[in-house]
């Protein structure tokens, strides 16, 4: 499930060299990876919902997995997320990233100092951004953006405040840092229709060219829905509207 959420469909293939990589260390062929891969696409609601089955050949054990992963994301994400790591031996001052369908990164990380539960919340955090991102197959829902280290992977609702849902993809977008701290703070929100909505902060100032180029351009657009794993939810949009956006 963790590769699964963390690959974008359409790169379910023996060929891929993260698949070959993945399967060899799971002692595995990469036939049977990628047919697994695939078989839990038929699975994924988003892709059910618009018709796109993937192979029919998803058994009643990987119903069960799928169920009981998306059921309990906020302790499963991490655990599987600590697993994945572990099969690349990546210790606490690592972090293996996948950067693109078909490959990885072993990054360093600043510090080794951290304790059992901080490493925890951290790979619970990467499996979180890196799964949004491949939803959204790597592109800001509002402007299209693909430059990977200017996405974010931004909580509809508080993560602070939420920790339910902190794991929960139905309560993320991929947004550019520039709308990402618009949405953090109240000064865009998204229409029951997921169009964009421009506060009055932001339309005060509306003629800069900024303004024009980051937000005027998209005003009333609908964002790019996820092409799998989980459409926003409509009540944590609505919870943005409510309690966030500042009109």
Not at 26 to 48: F, I, Q, W, Y
Not at 225 to 241: G, S
Request: aromatic share 8%; with cysteine; proline share 5%.
């Amino acid at each position: 499930m963790n590769l699964y959420c963390k690959l974008p469909f359409g790169s379910f293939d023996k060929s891929n060299a993260l698949i070959i990589d993945v399967a060899q260390k799971m002692g595995r062929t990469a036939s049977s990876l990628a047919m697994k891969l695939s078989n839990l696409a038929s699975l994924d609601p988003v892709h059910t919902a618009r018709g796109i089955s993937g192979l029919a050949g998803a058994s009643k054990k990987d119903r069960a997995i799928w169920e009981e992963f998306h059921s309990n994301l906020t302790e499963l994400a991490a655990d599987s997320e600590v697993l994945f790591q572990d099969l690349f031996n990546a210790g606490n001052d690592t972090q293996v990233e996948v950067v693109s369908p078909s490959s990885y990164e072993l990054k360093t990380l600043p510090t080794s100092t951290e304790t059992t539960a901080t490493i925890r919340v951290r790979r619970g955090q990467n499996f979180f951004r890196q799964s949004l991102l491949a939803a959204y197959g790597g592109r800001c829902c509002v402007s299209g953006l693909s430059i990977r280290p200017m996405l974010i992977a931004s909580h509809i609702k508080p993560w602070a405040k939420f920790p339910t849902d902190r794991m929960n993809l139905r309560n993320g977008l991929c947004l550019s840092s520039i709308h990402d701290a618009a949405f953090d703070n109240g000064l865009i929100t998204f229409s029951p229709n997921f169009e964009l909505i421009l506060g009055k902060k932001l339309k005060s100032v509306g003629s800069e060219p900024s303004v024009v180029a980051n937000f005027g351009n998209y005003e009333g657009a609908p964002l790019r829905l996820p092409e799998k794993l989980a459409e926003p939810d409509p009540e944590f949009m609505n919870y943005h509207r409510e309690a966030i956006y500042l009109g």
